[in-house]
């Protein structure tokens, strides 16, 4: 499979934020976010190829409880993905994706593996700021039934905002997390907390690894 790297870190969002985590960056996506931050991992030759049995192999070896598959867009993969989370042993797993891929089959075919790892899903739902408000609904209903994940907004503006705004009603029962673009600053971060204490269901993250400057 292509990678563009493996590294230890803390995670930076999500129901597991602040945990040590391995991280595996798939490379490649098919967005091109107006706001990517792996812009490095998508195109381009800063890629190398490991088969998943190597990459499993070393990462059971790490004391690290939770692993981090990210990207990139590691649905981009999805028969390597699988192998990968396949050999992976007695961990708790995020897959980091961006909402445009179904995630049923994969963790249906996931589970018929009866490994001793839990899957879960850290899944983007793209605003219009974006560039790429892609997302495919039926994560919805599989989120909610299946528990196995959560869904991430990013806002950057007030048009992000709305359209957050819009499809709340749809998410209850799924939780839910929105953070500011980190690099809007201050003011925009008091838009987005106001916007916040207005609603429920829906819980303000502030993207850890930028905070700390980490990868
Ligand atoms: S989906 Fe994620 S990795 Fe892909 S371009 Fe958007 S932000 Fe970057």
Same mark, same amino acid.
């Given at each position: 499979m292509k990678l563009h790297s493996?590294?230890?870190?803390?995670?930076?969002?999500?129901?597991?934020?602040?945990?040590?985590?391995?991280?595996?960056r798939f490379f490649g996506?098919?967005?091109?976010?107006?706001?990517?931050?792996?812009?490095q991992a998508l195109s381009g030759d800063s890629f190398y190829l490991e088969?998943?049995?190597?990459?499993?192999?070393?990462?059971?070896?790490?004391?690290?409880?939770?692993?981090?598959?990210?990207g990139g867009?590691?649905?981009c993969q999805? +028969?390597?993905?699988? !192998?990968? &989370?396949? $050999? *992976?042993? #007695?961990?708790?797993?995020?897959?980091?994706?961006?909402?445009?891929?179904?995630?049923?089959?994969?963790?249906?075919?996931?589970?018929?593996?009866?490994?001793?790892?839990?899957?879960?899903?850290?899944?983007?739902?793209?605003?219009?700021?974006?560039?790429?408000?892609?997302?495919?609904?039926?994560?919805?209903?599989?989120?909610?039934?299946?528990?196995?994940?959560?869904?991430?907004?990013?806002?950057?503006?007030?048009?992000?905002? +709305?359209?957050?705004? !819009?499809? &709340?009603? $749809? *998410?209850? #029962?799924?939780?839910?997390?929105?953070?500011?673009?980190?690099?809007?600053?201050?003011?925009?971060?008091?838009?987005?907390?106001?916007?916040?204490?207005?609603?429920?269901?829906?819980?303000?993250?502030?993207?850890?690894?930028?905070?700390?400057?980490?990868?």
């Amino acid at each position: 499979m292509k990678l563009h790297s493996v590294f230890t870190s803390l995670q930076g969002e999500g129901r597991f934020q602040g945990y040590p985590s391995d991280f595996i960056r798939f490379f490649g996506c098919n967005l091109n976010c107006s706001y990517c931050d792996t812009k490095q991992a998508l195109s381009g030759d800063s890629f190398y190829l490991e088969t998943p049995g190597s990459v499993a192999e070393k990462l059971n070896r790490s004391d690290i409880f939770d692993i981090c598959v990210t990207g990139g867009e590691p649905f981009c993969q999805p +028969d390597e993905l699988l !192998e990968l &989370l396949k $050999l *992976l042993r #007695g961990k708790r797993i995020s897959v980091e994706t961006n909402g445009s891929f179904e995630l049923e089959p994969l963790y249906r075919r996931f589970s018929e593996a009866e490994t001793d790892s839990a899957l879960y899903f850290s899944t983007d739902w793209k605003t219009p700021s974006s560039g790429n408000p892609l997302f495919d609904e039926r994560n919805i209903g599989f989120l909610k039934k299946s528990g196995a994940g959560w869904i991430k907004f990013v806002a950057g503006n007030t048009e992000d905002l +709305d359209f957050i705004d !819009e499809k &709340l009603p $749809l *998410l209850d #029962g799924v939780e839910t997390y929105l953070s500011p673009v980190f690099e809007n600053g201050g003011e925009w971060f008091a838009a987005v907390e106001k916007f916040i204490k207005g609603r429920r269901n829906i819980r303000l993250q502030l993207q850890l690894h930028k905070i700390l400057g980490i990868e």
